[in-house]
Nanobody, 123 residues
Framework: LQLVQSGGGLVQPGGSLRLSCSAS????????IGWFRQAPGKEREDVSC????????YYADSVKGRFTISRDNAKTTVYLQMNNLKPEDTAVYFC?????????????????WGSGVLVTVSS
């Protein structure tokens, strides 16, 4: 599964961005989808995931109340809406997909990964 990401960029603190993740030649309805991020000099961390079965969601404590993960009605794209962005949200954001993961919890060993998009939060 080839994942295509878009939506990164530079934003001021307090601003918003929406990241998109879609699959080339496929829908994503049969896949558990996750968003992860890696800041410079830090390990990759989970951000948010959405279950393939019932669209239940998981959020890391650091983004709860600010980020929202969702699927479009056609199940072709998964979004990460990021509001009230902080400088500490600066990172490369990756989406990942896996057809076998059960439940909303993020899993670092997911099968397919996007190439990442850079999000920079700075004034």
């Amino acid at each position: 599964l080839q994942l295509v990401q878009s939506g990164g960029g530079l934003v001021q603190p307090g601003g918003s961005l929406r990241l998109s993740c879609s699959a080339s030649g496929s829908t994503l309805d049969r896949y558990h989808i996750g968003w992860f991020r890696q800041a410079p000099g830090k390990e990759r961390e989970d951000v948010s995931c959405i279950s393939k079965s019932d669209d239940s969601t998981y959020y890391a404590d650091s983004v709860k109340g600010r980020f929202t993960i969702s699927r479009d009605n056609a199940k072709t794209t998964v979004y990460l809406q990021m509001n009230n962005l902080k400088p500490e949200d600066t990172a490369v954001y990756f989406c990942a997909a896996d057809p076998w993961v059960v439940g909303p919890t993020c899993y670092f060993g997911m099968e397919s990964w996007g190439s990442g998009v850079l999000v920079t939060v700075s004034s």
